[in-house]
């Protein structure tokens, strides 16, 4: 049986119907929406598949159109420029007829220079002292509306353990401040950009939760609107996906109906390997 995370590598795994144009899909599950996160780490496979002897260190993606997850996302790459140390690639994913995410990718090649980091916040519990997403106390659970629930019952490709759960039907108004252990859910290929594409697919999955902690509002809120706007990520260190990375989030700012939102991802030794930034849509409307 093909598990979570060897579907998701497949989905990843573009088919290339001409140069530079190539053929994603999606899952075939009830979201009425693509996951903003896969458009990412697709898009960032079809500018991979285009540039040769450079690494990835950032990328810029912005969010047009909800994508549909019931056709293919066609992956049109623009081969902007190829330097002596970077090249450029614009990618935009299109579906019936129409631009659904536009993202710039920046690649480098290997160069050693000046080095500083941010240090990873001291006294976070290792993955294994936190609580198991898994076990959620029987009364949440019996709250939970039976869409969600399906959902968050059914096996991931990505783990994930809050360092500070979350009730998530009634939170309480917090910091701006989230942390979170992910990893795949399984030992993936010596593939350095793979890793770098199962990441930026996961960096999608909790970031808009920070910017609504102060406000107690539910992502689970059936008068709340959300999604993402744009999606931004550079790469600093080597690391494996597979491996437990602590996304460490703040939210600066909400105004307008967008919330902002920043995260650093460590890895368990300490190293600073990815920064992401995140601006998305947040909108609670009236009951």
Same mark, same amino acid.
Request: with cysteine.
């Given at each position: 049986m093909t598990t979570p995370l060897q579907s998701l590598i497949e989905i990843l795994d573009l088919e290339e119907i001409e140069r530079n144009l190539f053929r994603g899909r999606s899952p075939q599950e009830r979201s009425q929406r693509v996951f903003g996160g896969q458009?990412?780490?697709?898009?960032?496979?079809?500018?991979? %598949?285009?540039?040769?002897? %450079?690494?990835?260190?950032? +990328?810029?993606?912005?969010? +047009?159109?909800?994508?549909?997850?019931?056709?293919?996302?066609?992956?049109?790459?623009?081969?902007?420029?190829?330097?002596?140390s970077f090249a450029t690639r614009r990618v935009v994913a299109i579906q019936h007829g129409q631009a659904i995410f536009s993202m710039s990718v920046s690649y480098q090649v290997e160069e050693s220079g000046l080095e500083h980091q941010t240090p990873m916040p001291d006294?976070?519990?290792?993955?294994?002292?936190?609580?198991d997403p898994g076990m959620f106390d029987e009364k949440?659970?019996?709250?939970?509306?039976?869409?969600?629930?399906?959902?968050?019952?059914?096996?991931?490709?990505?783990?994930? %353990?809050?360092?500070?759960?979350?009730?998530?039907?009634?939170?309480?108004?917090? @910091?701006?401040?989230? @942390?979170?252990? +992910?990893? @795949?859910?399984?030992?993936?290929?010596?593939?350095?950009?793979?890793?770098?594409?199962?990441?930026?697919? @996961?960096s999608d999955l909790n970031m808009l939760d920070t910017c609504l902690l102060p406000h107690g509002v539910s992502w689970m809120n059936p008068n709340f609107q959300s999604a993402s706007l744009d999606h931004s990520i550079w790469f600093h260190h080597r690391f494996r996906a597979d491996e437990w990375l602590l996304f460490v989030q703040d939210s600066p700012s909400a105004s307008g109906g967008r919330g902002f939102n920043r995260g650093l991802v460590y890895s368990q030794d300490g190293r600073l390997v990815a920064s992401v930034v995140q601006e998305g849509l947040i909108r609670l409307h009236k009951g």
């Open positions: 458009v990412v780490g697709q898009a960032l496979v079809a500018a991979n %598949r285009t540039v040769v002897d %450079r690494h990835v260190h950032s +990328l810029k993606g912005d969010f +047009l159109r909800p994508g549909d997850p019931k056709v293919p996302i066609l992956y049109e790459v623009d081969r902007i420029r190829d330097g002596r006294n976070v519990p290792a993955p294994h002292e936190t609580p949440i659970r019996e709250r939970i509306p039976v869409e969600y629930r399906q959902w968050l019952d059914a096996p991931q490709p990505i783990e994930q %353990r809050l360092v500070s759960p979350i009730d998530p039907i009634e939170p309480e108004k917090l @910091a701006p401040h989230l @942390a979170v252990w +992910l990893r @795949a859910s399984g030992r993936m290929p010596d593939d350095d950009q793979l890793h770098q594409c199962v990441l930026a697919y @996961a």
